[in-house]
C-alpha cells in the first residue's frame, strides 16, 4: 500500500527534518496510519465484510419497516448479530498480526481477541453490561436457546450485541480510514499554508505600493458636486477610503462633476478613479480629469473613453489644489472613490 509520490513509511524523521517539514508531510503520522492500516487485501478483510453484512443483515432484519408479519425477527437477528461478532473479532485478531484460525470455536477467537490491543479499547467504550451479555450470547447461547428464550431476554441480548459489533467494526472502519484521515489533515494544512503564504504576499505588495505611492492626497477632504442626490450618498462619500461601494449620487445634470479641495497647491502625478459596480458604470464614461489653482478655472489632465473598473490616470506631474471628474454630456454620475498621488 505504500504511494510512490508519498514520503516512504521508513522515512527518518527527527531532528534532520525541518519543523515546517514535518507539520506539512506529517511523515510519522502517514507511517502509524500505515502501520495499522486495514484495507482489501489485508489479513482479516474478508472476515470484516462478512462481519459487516450480517450486521446490515440483522439491522435490516430488526427494523419495524422490515419487521415479519409472523415472527418478531429478533430471534433471526440475534443469529446474525453472533455470526457479525464472530467475523468482526477474527478481524480485530487478523489485523493485530496475530495468528487466527477462523474455523477455531467461539471461545478460542474471544480470547485470541482478549490478547490483541483493540480488546482494552472496546472495553473502555462499551458499557460493562453489554460487553458481558454480549460475550454470554456469543459464547454460552445456542441456537436453540435463542430460538426458546423469552422475548426480554432477546431483546435485552439484542441490544447489547447491537452495541457491541458496532464498536468492534468502528474499530475496523477507524483503521480502515486513517491513511485517508492523514492525506486529508496533510491536503488542508498545505493548502492553510498556501492561502497564508499567498495573502502575506497580497499584504505585502499592498503595503510596498502604498508606499511607493505615498498617501492618498485626497482621503477626507473636502468635496463638492454638481448636484446631490442625497438618498444615495454626499460628495464626501468619493473620498472617505471605502472604494467597494457607491460614494456620492449626482442628478441628472447637464455636465456632472465632483470636485475635491486638495487643500492647499500639491504635485499630482496620478488620479485613481474606482467606478461604481453595482449598476450602471457606463454613466462615467466617458470621463475627464481636471485640475486647477483656483477652483474657478480647469485643464484637462486626462480622459477616459473606454468602460472602466478602475482608472488609474497617470499625468505629467503638475501642481494643483482642486482635482475635479466630469462627464462632459448630459447624464447621472456615481462613483464610490477618488484618490489622488503625488509622483514617487
Ligand atoms: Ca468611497
Not at 441480548?157 to 457491541?164: D, E, K, Q, R, Y
Request: with cysteine; hydrophobic share 45%; charged share 20%.
Amino acid at each position: 500500500m505504500t504511494d510512490a509520490t508519498e514520503p516512504s513509511a521508513h522515512a527518518p524523521s527527527g531532528p534532520g527534518r525541518s519543523p515546517l517539514r514535518r507539520f506539512l508531510c506529517m511523515e510519522d503520522a502517514l507511517a502509524r496510519a500505515r502501520a495499522g492500516a486495514f484495507g482489501p487485501g489485508d489479513a482479516g478483510w474478508p472476515h470484516y465484510e462478512r462481519a459487516r453484512a450480517a450486521r446490515e443483515a440483522a439491522g435490516a432484519l430488526s427494523a419495524p419497516v422490515e419487521r415479519l408479519e409472523r415472527s418478531d425477527g429478533s430471534a433471526a437477528a440475534l443469529s446474525l448479530l453472533r455470526e457479525a461478532t464472530h467475523w468482526a473479532l477474527c478481524a480485530l485478531v487478523a489485523q493485530s498480526g496475530a495468528p487466527l484460525d477462523a474455523s477455531a470455536p467461539p471461545a478460542d477467537v474471544w480470547s485470541a481477541f482478549e490478547g490483541t490491543s483493540a480488546s482494552a479499547e472496546i472495553a473502555a467504550t462499551v458499557a460493562p453490561g453489554d460487553l458481558g451479555r454480549g460475550r454470554h450470547a456469543l459464547l454460552e447461547a445456542t441456537f436453540q436457546s435463542i430460538a426458546e428464550g423469552d422475548a426480554a431476554w432477546r431483546a435485552a441480548h439484542l441490544a447489547s450485541l447491537f452495541t457491541l459489533v458496532d464498536a468492534l467494526l468502528s474499530r475496523l472502519d477507524d483503521a480502515s480510514r486513517a491513511v485517508a484521515r492523514v492525506r486529508v489533515t496533510r491536503f488542508a494544512r498545505a493548502a492553510t499554508l498556501l492561502v497564508l503564504v499567498v495573502a502575506v504576499l497580497v499584504g505585502s505588495a499592498l503595503r510596498v505600493r502604498a508606499y511607493l505611492r505615498g498617501p492618498n492626497l485626497a482621503l477626507g477632504r473636502v468635496t463638492t458636486a454638481s448636484s446631490e442626490l442625497a438618498q444615495w450618498g454626499t460628495p464626501g462619500g468619493a473620498v472617505d477610503g471605502n472604494t467597494d461601494t457607491m460614494g456620492f449620487h449626482t442628478d441628472n445634470d447637464a455636465t456632472p462633476w465632483l470636485a475635491i479641495d486638495l487643500g492647499s497647491p500639491k504635485l499630482i502625478a496620478e488620479v485613481v478613479v474606482y467606478n461604481r459596480t453595482d449598476s450602471s458604470p457606463e454613466r462615467a464614461v466617458p470621463l475627464l480629469v481636471e485640475l486647477s489653482s483656483d477652483g474657478a478655472s480647469y485643464e484637462l489632465a486626462a480622459r477616459r473613453d473606454e468602460p472602466f473598473v478602475v482608472w488609474r490616470a497617470k499625468l505629467a506631474p503638475r501642481t494643483a489644489r482642486w482635482v475635479r471628474v466630469k462627464v462632459p454630456h448630459k447624464s447621472y454620475l456615481h462613483l464610490n472613490e477618488v484618490e489622488v498621488y503625488a509622483p514617487r
